[in-house]
């Protein structure tokens, strides 16, 4: 109980439970900061003050002061919500008092408890207005740190004493023992540890609290105080209207940066390159998303119904390499500033934050977007291209719930279903990116082109003078020869700059091949343990019971099926060390030619299994990838389609294709068993097949779909054009890949 007689409070949970909220949980200094200054936000600041003293070293006199002008708390604030987990009151009054109504977001009352990750004490100075009086609380986290320690050493003691150790239980007697078996179920209190107040005088018109903590654990540097400015420069998103405002000061008598206030503020967004926003309509149950429209190179947006993870508002800024040179001009090569995407709800920051870490290694990438990039390097956007604010709200996003660390959201269905969207979003500033290079190529090649067409008639300009003023040729033979050489130069690099573009597509095409095999070689080195699981155990059998004239029947369906897992195998470790060469050889070759050699090639086959090929491709089309690599594509189709044929009459397997707009379309059908429409996806998993008693694996249309996602493709399957049974898949390709 509290003792107002000697002004003394005790709180009232388990010491290692605060450890656990507190220091334990609460693992980031930045993180713990933030917690403080939302509380402060909560309680309808609109000045927060964040004030270093005397960090630079472990010392009696360092402290944080944390001071901000809300509305202040009383004894029964104190007593009854500050240091109680979980507090209801925020969610009984989800907003705070007129005339702010913000919306409160500290519900799980664990931001107190950072103060412990920051110093051993911490005075509590608080008021509310129109009183003439201030509380002071103080509290000494040292008192809570000796109490744990002991109670540590006693449990580890009784445990030894009760699991047998001879030499402790020489020196104590049975009741001691016993007494100490009691200890041990002891759990300490707050209630056991008093935490002095007192009141004093103070200013009537003065109001607010102020957190001053001292014997701070660790050192702060400039480095450490700098990233808290970056950090907090998030924590309000700079689109949400607060009226009245919420703004953070900083300072530091010890380092120059922040020797006056330094007023947080966000203002890294002025140089990005494009920007682009979506709203919603939540009367009509309207979601706005992104596009990339192809045709103007703009990105536009589009209404889809609002999706399960709520309505949300979300503004991106994309900085391309021009952007980036004037970002660090200004900030002297400091992408801090530019660190990915953040989600803000109801206007404040909701997580991840407090999160830049300086080693790449370290950071925290909740969204994905830096895990991405190993897939497409060349293309895809990391998190120190774009600054994104997603906007969403308590009442909208309900089912977006914080983690309690802080650091991340709860994983459930509509958290990644958001996590989705918002990917999709950036992709599109991708594809603005790829358009943005192309164009630029574009125009560089138009430009050196053109230059070498002026130099060539600024020649021939002079040649004309010096047939109609043979005066002057010997003055303009330097000037003409110059041009010359100038001529030869802008030819020259010319030349150099298309076989520069020739070599980046050509690395380019091994780098995204490489990368399909990532997701392959996971894949295969599943189908390689489960083979091998296969013929082990019925290796085993063999074993322990040849030769059996009872087990006949069994032997030679085990060697039948050994001899189809070795099969597979096979074809996993060919497909594997097609990639196992040192080089692999890219070049020129007409896709249209190279299906009809194939073609040629499966003829004797078509003719034993009386299949009838056509094929019916329109365009001729040029591809700079390995020739193997493709011709595998379709002779895992071929193969497929021969099986699905096997109980058919009048057999028919076609290749057609055309070009279509910036793509070339290939459609390849058999008039087979067909493939039913729920399978229409699965088709292409791993140890999916529809032909297995003929031998399918399970492995044709997975490595399908991995080469032709390695040329930056797709590959679906559509409805059948060789009706009334069949199928057709369908292969795009991008027609500048």
């Known amino acids: 109980m509290d003792n107002p007689q000697n002004n003394t409070l005790k709180w009232r949970f388990d010491v290692s439970t605060f450890r656990l909220i507190g220091r334990e949980l609460i693992t980031d200094r930045i993180t713990a900061l933030f917690e403080l200054v939302k509380n402060c936000y909560d309680a309808n600041s609109t000045r927060v003050d964040v004030i270093f003293e005397n960090v630079s070293s472990i010392n009696p006199d360092s402290k944080i002061t944390i001071k901000d002008n809300g509305y202040g708390m009383r004894f029964e604030d104190i007593r009854d919500k500050w240091m109680v987990i979980g507090t209801s009151s925020k969610r009984k009054e989800p907003y705070s008092p007129e005339p702010f109504k913000r919306r409160c977001v500290g519900e799980k009352g664990i931001g107190r408890f950072a103060v412990d990750k920051l110093g051993n004490k911490v005075n509590i100075l608080t008021k509310k207005a129109g009183e003439n009086q201030k509380l002071n609380v103080e509290i000494d986290w040292n008192k809570y740190e000796t109490s744990f320690q002991q109670l540590g050493e006693e449990q580890e003691e009784n445990k030894a004493i009760i699991s047998g150790d001879v030499a402790l239980k020489s020196n104590m007697q049975e009741s001691s023992i016993m007494q100490r078996k009691d200890v041990q179920e002891e759990i300490i209190l707050f209630t056991d540890i008093e935490n002095k107040y007192q009141y004093e005088n ?63 503020k966000a203002d890294s967004i002025q140089f990005a390159s494009h920007s682009a926003n979506i709203e919603f309509n939540k009367e009509k149950q309207i979601q706005e998303e992104l596009y990339f429209d192809k045709d103007e190179g703009v990105i536009k947006t589009r209404e889809i119904p609002i999706q399960p993870f709520g309505a949300i508002s979300m503004r991106l800024y994309y900085f391309n390499e021009s952007a980036k040179k004037q970002y660090h001009t200004k900030y002297k090569n400091d992408e801090t500033r530019i660190d990915g995407v953040k989600i803000y709800r109801d206007g404040l920051i909701s997580t991840p934050f407090a999160e830049f870490e300086a080693h790449p290694d370290k950071k925290r990438d909740i969204l994905g977007i830096d895990k991405r990039l190993w897939r497409d390097i060349f293309n895809r956007l990391s998190t120190r291209d774009i600054i994104g604010i997603v906007d969403i709200t308590k009442e909208s996003n309900s089912k977006i719930i914080d983690a309690t660390n802080r650091q991340d959201f709860v994983d459930n269905e509509e958290y990644r279903k958001l996590k989705q969207f918002i990917i999709s979003q950036i992709d599109v500033f991708s594809e603005l990116r790829i358009y943005e290079r192309e164009k630029k190529k574009t125009n560089v090649a138009d430009e050196l082109k053109k230059a070498s067409e002026d130099v060539q008639d600024f020649v021939k300009t002079i040649e004309v003078i010096e047939t109609n003023y043979p005066s002057l040729k010997q003055e303009l033979s330097p000037l003409k020869r110059q041009a010359k050489q100038v001529d030869s130069a802008v030819k020259k690099g010319l030349s150099e700059q298309k076989k520069a573009e020739k070599e980046f597509l050509r690395k380019e095409n091994i780098y995204l091949s490489l990368m399909s095999l990532q997701d392959y070689a996971a894949n295969m080195s599943h189908a390689v343990r489960t083979s091998l699981g296969k013929i082990k155990d019925k290796a085993e ?136 429409e729920e399978d229409r996806k699965k088709v292409f998993e791993l140890y999916h097949t529809t032909t297995a008693e003929d031998g399918g694996a399970g492995l044709g249309l997975f490595i399908v779909k991995t080469r032709i996602e390695a040329l930056k493709g797709s590959v679906e399957v559509v409805d059948n054009e060789l009706l009334p049974t069949g199928a057709t898949i369908k292969i795009t390709l991008p027609f500048k890949k």
Not at 556 to 570: D, F, G, P, Q, S
Request: negative net charge; charged residues 25%; hydrophobic residues 40%.
């Open 202 to 264: 103070a200013e009537t018109n003065m109001q607010g609290t102020t957190l001053v903590i001292s014997g701070i654990r660790e050192i702060w540097t400039d480095k450490d105080i700098d990233r808290l400015y970056k950090e907090l420069t998030k924590l309000v998103s700079p689109f949400y209207p607060l009226n009245p405002p919420f703004d953070i000061y900083i300072s530091s008598n010890e380092y120059s940066a922040y020797n006056e206030e330094t007023i947080v």
């Open 541 to 676: 059998f063999f074993k322990l019971h040849y030769p059996s004239s009872k087990l006949e029947e069994f032997f030679k369906l085990y060697a039948i099926e050994i001899y189809e897992e070795m099969n597979v195998l096979n074809k996993v470790i060919n497909y594997m060390l097609s990639y196992a060469g040192s080089n692999i050889p890219f070049d020129d070759f007409d896709v249209k030619k190279l299906i009809e050699n194939l073609f040629a090639e499966y003829q004797f086959r078509f003719k034993n299994e009386n299949i009838t090929p056509k094929i019916e491709i329109r365009d001729n089309f040029i591809i700079n990838a390995n020739r193997q690599f493709f011709a595998d594509i379709f002779q895992n189709l071929i193969d497929n389609s021969i099986k699905a044929l096997k109980e058919k009459g009048n057999k028919i397997i076609k290749c057609s294709g055309y070009i279509e707009n910036d793509s070339f379309i290939l459609f390849f059908s058999d008039n087979g068993i067909g493939i039913k």
